[in-house]
């Protein structure tokens, strides 16, 4: 049996979303049991890592019960926060633990210079280019850190905009 390519399938699920087609839920990597696996490794409830995050038992439990919830609904911050908390590269709880993860990094700040170049050399303003990126891009511009607030597939549009591998802007 071939072993699946869990990036792949993440990256074939996010395409799809860009050109606004219909994403089953089992075109994602599987993500939501290796959440739940790690948080029983760790110990914890439901009720105990919502209470950690600071959010309510049902948002959480969407992360473990839905695979593109990952993806969808949680910000890079609170994904890294959950890594954290559950003792888990972020990359692997994403793609599994087979996963090579990328060796260089990008920086949020780096991100944004690559931005405002992007848009200085095609001529457009900040706004412009958010627009044709389809996120909004001034709150980046003046603390790159708000790309943390974005979700996966924000950090992937934006990152798909100035040929950034994304998963390189996962972690600092």
Partial sequence: MATIDERELAETALTRLRADEEVESDEWPPVARRFERARERVGLTLDGIAALLGIAKSEYWDIEFHDDEAFLCFSVV???KIATILGEPLEALLFGSDFDAPTTRIS???IAERLRALAATEGLTIEELGHRVGWELEPVMSDPQALGEF???GLSDVCHAIGVDWVTALLD
């Fill in 151 to 153: 979700n996966l597939i």
């Fill in 108 to 110: 949020f700040a780096a």
């Fill in 78 to 80: 609170e994904l890294r």
